[in-house]
C-alpha cells in the first residue's frame, strides 16, 4: 500500500492564482482532512470529508474548497491565492471515529504565495 | 473547546539516556484519545503512540512509553535508549469521539535534539 500520496511537493504561486492539492489514499478509509502547518506551530484543520459526497468545514476553512467524489480522492482547492495561505498542506486518512482512531498523513505539500 | 499545551519548547538529551517530554490538555469530555506524533525534517507526521482514554494501562511501543493521568490531564511520552535518528519535532494531539468534532486538536510541538 502506499497509503496517503499528495501532489505536488512544492508549488509556488502568485498572488490571486488558483490551484487544487491532490490527496490519495489507498487503504480505504472512509474518513479524509486537509490540515495547514504554519511555520513553528502544530497542525489545524481546514475540512474534513467522513465518505464520498460528504464534506464538512474546519477550523480554518476560509479560502478553500473542497470536494469528495470516490472514496480515495480529497482534493483541496485554493481560490485567488493570498500570502497568508503560505504554509504546508497535510492530508489524512482514518477509519471511523470509533474505529482505531488513528489518522495516517501524507508527506505534506510546501506552498509558497508571493 | 479542546486545547493541547506543550510547555517544552526544545528538548535535548544525549545519546543513549531517556528523555520525557511533557503534554497536558483540557477537555469536559470523558472518552477520547491521544497521540504523540513525530515530524522529522521531511516533515512527514508518523504516529509513535496511541493511547485511548479508556484504558488506564499505559500504552508502550519499543523504546516509547507514554505516562498517562487521566485525572491530572496529563500525557508525557517518554524515550528510553536515545538514538540520534530520534531528532524531530514531536507534538501531542488529542482526538475527540464525539460526532462532528472529527479533527486533532495539536500541542505546540516540542523540539528533541539527541547529543552524541
Known amino acids: 500500500n502506499a497509503g496517503v500520496t499528495q501532489t505536488p511537493k512544492f508549488r509556488i504561486l502568485k498572488i490571486g492564482q488558483s490551484m487544487t492539492l491532490q490527496c490519495t489514499q489507498d487503504?480505504?478509509?472512509?474518513?479524509m482532512y486537509w490540515y495547514r502547518q504554519d511555520p513553528g506551530m502544530g497542525l489545524k484543520l481546514i475540512y474534513y470529508?467522513?465518505?464520498?459526497?460528504?464534506?464538512d468545514k474546519g477550523e480554518v476553512p476560509n479560502g478553500y474548497n473542497v470536494s469528495r467524489s470516490t472514496t480515495e480522492d480529497f482534493p483541496l482547492r485554493l481560490e485567488l491565492a493570498a500570502p497568508s495561505q503560505t504554509s504546508v498542506y497535510f492530508c489524512?486518512?482514518?477509519?471511523?471515529?470509533?474505529?482505531?482512531?488513528?489518522?495516517?498523513f501524507g508527506p505534506g505539500t510546501r506552498l509558497t504565495v508571493l | 473547546a479542546q486545547t493541547v499545551t506543550q510547555s517544552q519548547p526544545e528538548m535535548s538529551v544525549q545519546e543513549a539516556e531517556t528523555v520525557t517530554l511533557s503534554c497536558t490538555y483540557d477537555?469536559?469530555?470523558?472518552?477520547?484519545?491521544l497521540f504523540w506524533y513525530k515530524q522529522p525534517p521531511s516533515r512527514q507526521m508518523i504516529l509513535v503512540i496511541r493511547?485511548?482514554?479508556?484504558?488506564?494501562q499505559n500504552a508502550t511501543e519499543n523504546r516509547f512509553s507514554v505516562n498517562f493521568q487521566k485525572a491530572a490531564k496529563s500525557f508525557s511520552l517518554k524515550i528510553s535508549d536515545s538514538q540520534l535518528g530520534d531528532a524531530a519535532m514531536y507534538f501531542c494531539?488529542?482526538?475527540?469521539?464525539?460526532?462532528?468534532?472529527?479533527?486533532?486538536?495539536f500541542g505546540q510541538g516540542t523540539r528533541l535534539t539527541i547529543n552524541p
Open positions: 489524512a486518512s482514518s477509519y471511523g471515529r470509533q474505529v482505531g482512531g488513528t489518522q495516517y
Open positions: 487503504m480505504n478509509h472512509n474518513y
Open positions: 470529508s467522513v465518505g464520498a459526497g460528504i464534506t
Open positions: 477537555t469536559s469530555e470523558s472518552d477520547y484519545y
Open positions: 493511547q485511548e482514554a479508556y484504558k488506564q
Open positions: 494531539a488529542y482526538r475527540s469521539l464525539i460526532q462532528g468534532a472529527q479533527k486533532l486538536v
